[in-house]
C-alpha cells in the first residue's frame, strides 16, 4: 500500500494520552485482530499501555506469536514465553517503568501484515537487580526503539533496539567494564549460540537487504541513499545536503547535535573507525505527521572491521556489526529532526571479543 494512501491510522505525536487511550470505533481493517483496536497504531500504543503500565504481563501471550522471533544486537530471542519471562524481568529490576510513546511508523508490506516501528523513552528507578548488577536506586531514561511485524492480533517478529550504554552510564556503571564482563561470559558459552552474528556480518558485508527498495517516488528512497551515500561512500558531506541546515538530531550515549555539521560528526563517529564498512537497510516505512510533515522510519545493519582508533577505542581488529533504527522527521523534503538508536553496549560486547567476535 502507497505511503500517502492510507490516513485510518495517525500517528500519536502531538496527541494526549487521554485522546490515545479513548474508546473508538474500527476506522482500520484489522483481520483477526481483537475488537478493542481502531486501527494498528491503536493497537501498538494500547497493548503497550495494558502491558507495561497496567502490569497486565499475561497479555503478552494473546499478543505474541507463540514462536516469536525477537532479533537484538545482544543476541536473539525465540518464544512468547520467553518474552513474558524478560518483561517480568525488566519490572522487578524497574517497577515503576513508564513508557511514553513518541511515534509509530507503520507500513501494510502485504494485505493483512503490517509493519510497525514504535519509538519509546521509558523512565524508571533502577530498584531491583538484573543482568546489569545490583540495584543502584537511580533514575534513568533511555529510548528505545522496537520494529514489529504483526499478524491477526499477534507481533511474530520483532526488531529491538535500546540505548543500552546511556542506561548503564546513568546507572553509575561503565560500559566498557560491563562489555568485557559479558564478553567473558560469551567466551565461555557454546559458540554455535553466536553463529547468527557471523551470518549477519556476511549478509551485511555482500549487500543483501531483508526487502528491496522503496519505489522512486516514495519518501524512503532519498535517505536511503543519504545513507548509501555517507556510509558506502564516504561522501559525508553530500549525504548532508538531504537535511535542513537546523535539523536537529538524537543519538545514543546524550548526543545532541544541531545542524548539518552535528549530522556528519555522529556519522562519522559510528564510522570512522572502520575498514570497508558496508550499510543496508532492512526495512522503510513512512507515515505522516501533523502539520504536513512526514515520518521515515529506516531500520539498517552496518559491517565493518575496527581497524582504526575512534571513539570506540583502539583497534581490535574484530569484525563489527550494529542493528539501528533511524527516525527521521521530513519537512518541505528536507530532514528536520533525527532519532536513531543502536545498543553502544552490545557494540562494545564485540570488540571486547563477545557474541562471537
Known amino acids: 500500500m502507497p505511503w500517502s494512501a492510507d490516513s485510518s491510522a495517525p500517528s500519536p505525536a502531538g496527541r494526549s494520552i487521554e485522546n490515545l487511550l479513548a474508546d473508538r470505533p474500527r476506522r482500520q481493517t484489522l483481520t483477526g485482530f481483537d475488537p478493542e483496536y481502531s486501527d494498528i497504531v491503536d493497537y501498538i500504543m494500547r497493548c503497550t499501555h495494558r502491558i507495561w503500565e497496567q502490569k497486565d504481563v499475561g497479555l503478552c501471550r494473546s499478543h505474541y506469536g507463540e514462536d516469536c522471533l525477537i532479533h537484538t544486537l545482544a543476541g536473539p530471542v525465540r518464544g512468547v514465553e520467553?518474552?513474558?519471562?524478560?518483561?517480568?524481568?525488566?519490572?522487578?529490576?524497574?517497577?515503576?517503568?513508564?513508557?511514553?510513546?513518541?511515534?509509530?511508523?507503520w507500513s501494510e508490506d502485504a494485505p493483512g501484515l503490517f509493519h510497525t516501528s514504535h519509538r519509546i523513552v521509558s523512565l524508571m528507578t533502577h530498584l531491583g537487580d538484573d543482568a546489569f548488577g545490583p540495584a543502584t536506586g537511580r533514575r534513568a531514561e533511555v529510548t528505545t526503539i522496537a520494529d514489529c511485524l504483526v499478524r491477526e492480533n499477534r507481533i511474530v517478529e520483532e526488531w529491538l533496539v535500546r540505548d543500552n550504554a546511556q542506561l548503564v552510564r546513568q546507572l553509575g556503571l561503565d560500559p566498557w567494564t560491563l562489555a568485557r564482563a559479558q564478553a567473558e561470559a560469551d567466551k565461555a558459552s557454546d559458540p554455535g549460540s553466536h553463529a547468527w552474528r557471523a551470518e549477519e556480518v556476511e549478509?551485511?558485508?555482500?549487500?543483501?537487504?531483508?526487502?528491496?527498495?522503496?519505489?522512486?517516488?516514495?519518501?524512503?528512497?532519498?535517505?536511503?541513499?543519504?545513507?548509501?551515500?555517507?556510509?558506502?561512500?564516504?561522501?559525508?558531506?553530500?549525504?548532508?545536503?538531504r537535511l535542513s541546515v537546523s535539523v536537529e538530531g538524537r543519538w545514543p550515549s546524550g548526543r545532541r547535535w544541531f545542524g548539518r555539521g552535528g549530522w556528519v560528526g555522529a556519522m562519522n563517529q559510528l564510522t570512522a573507525g572502520l575498514e570497508s564498512p558496508r550499510l543496508?537497510?532492512?526495512?522503510?516505512?513512512?507515515?505522516?505527521?501533523?502539520?504536513?510533515?512526514?515520518?521515515?522510519?529506516?531500520?539498517?545493519?552496518?559491517?565493518?572491521?575496527?581497524?582504526r582508533p575512534g571513539v570506540y577505542g583502539a583497534p581490535t581488529g574484530r569484525d563489527l556489526l550494529v542493528l539501528g533504527v533511524s527516525h527521521y522527521k521530513v519537512r518541505d523534503g528536507r530532514v528536520v529532526e533525527d532519532v536513531t538508536v543502536f545498543d553502544e553496549l552490545a557494540m562494545l560486547r564485540q570488540l571486547a571479543g563477545g557474541l562471537g567476535a
Open 82 to 105: 520467553a518474552v513474558v519471562a524478560n518483561t517480568l524481568a525488566t519490572l522487578a529490576a524497574f517497577p515503576d517503568r513508564s513508557l511514553i510513546g513518541e511515534d509509530v511508523i
Open 203 to 241: 549478509r551485511v558485508r555482500s549487500g543483501r537487504p531483508l526487502v528491496a527498495a522503496p519505489p522512486a517516488d516514495h519518501p524512503a528512497t532519498a535517505l536511503i541513499a543519504m545513507l548509501h551515500s555517507a556510509v558506502d561512500g564516504s561522501n559525508l558531506g553530500t549525504a548532508a545536503k
Open 280 to 307: 543496508v537497510v532492512d526495512h522503510w516505512a513512512a507515515s505522516a505527521l501533523p502539520h504536513q510533515d512526514l515520518a521515515v522510519a529506516l531500520r539498517w545493519s552496518l559491517a565493518g572491521r575496527h581497524t
